[in-house]
């Protein structure tokens, strides 16, 4: 059962372009909702990350949307460029879980130049 | 400092054998999770640690896998015997823990069983 769902499975924007990729997740309990970035032959790597208190956490270029009531975030990529091209995921954590992260099933975005 | 470091980065086996990953975790972070990637399934959580002690191996496919985390330093993925379902990307991640919820990604193990 994924806790987390990520859509789309694959996203091409044109350079300068706005990506969006959206996550949901049903479990009230999730207190922490990262984003990863994962190039090819690389492990993933944090990008940005938001907590319920807040709406919206801007980055540079990356934006975080959460909307705690439909239980929706989602990532922004403001003026898209060829090397964002890489794997999305998003995630979610419940504060008990020592850390245990519940991973979406990941956006591959390609950025054409 | 050294991330998350594994080994080997690649392996490729005959169905039966014996796989053992390695992992060694960024000193001093108290959290280490071994995760399999692919194509159907995403990044899928196998085994967690917490001062290494296993939290929770409830993603652990079957009893043909098993994991170890001997001391803070060091943690084995082992696969007995290896099936060519099992080939993926396996990724070691450590996590600092305390105020912090970052894990940190190694370079993970292709692994190939043919």
């Known amino acids: 059962q994924q806790q987390v769902k990520q859509s789309p499975q694959s996203l091409i924007v044109q350079k300068g372009g706005i990506s969006i990729i959206n996550c949901a997740y049903e479990n009230t309990a999730f207190d922490y909702f990262p984003w990863y970035q994962q190039f090819p032959g690389k492990g993933p790597a944090l990008l940005i990350a938001?907590?319920?208190?807040?709406s919206e956490k801007k980055e540079g270029r990356f934006t975080i949307s959460f909307n705690k009531s439909a239980k929706q975030f989602s990532l922004h990529i403001m003026d898209s460029q060829p090397g964002d091209s890489a794997t999305y995921f998003c995630a979610a954590r419940r504060g008990s879980t020592l850390g245990r992260l519940y991973f979406g099933r990941g956006t591959q975005l390609t950025v054409w130049p | 400092d050294a991330g998350v470091i594994q080994s080997p980065r690649h392996e490729v086996t005959e169905m039966g054998q014996e796989v053992t990953l390695r992992c060694k975790p960024i000193?001093?972070?108290?959290?280490l999770f071994w995760y399999r990637q692919t194509m159907m399934r995403g990044l899928e959580l196998l085994i967690y640690?917490?001062?290494?002690?296993?939290?929770?191996d409830s993603g652990m496919p079957e009893d043909r896998f098993s994991a170890k985390m001997p001391n803070a330093s060091f943690s084995t993925l082992k696969i007995q015997p290896s099936e060519p379902r099992d080939s993926a990307v396996y990724f070691c991640?450590?996590?600092?823990?305390?105020?912090?919820?970052?894990?940190?990604f190694g370079p993970g193990t292709r692994l190939t069983v043919l």
């Open positions: 640690f917490n001062n290494n002690v296993p939290i929770d």
């Open positions: 000193s001093g972070h108290n959290s």
């Open positions: 938001i907590r319920p208190d807040v």
């Open positions: 991640a450590s996590s600092p823990g305390q105020h912090t919820d970052t894990q940190y």
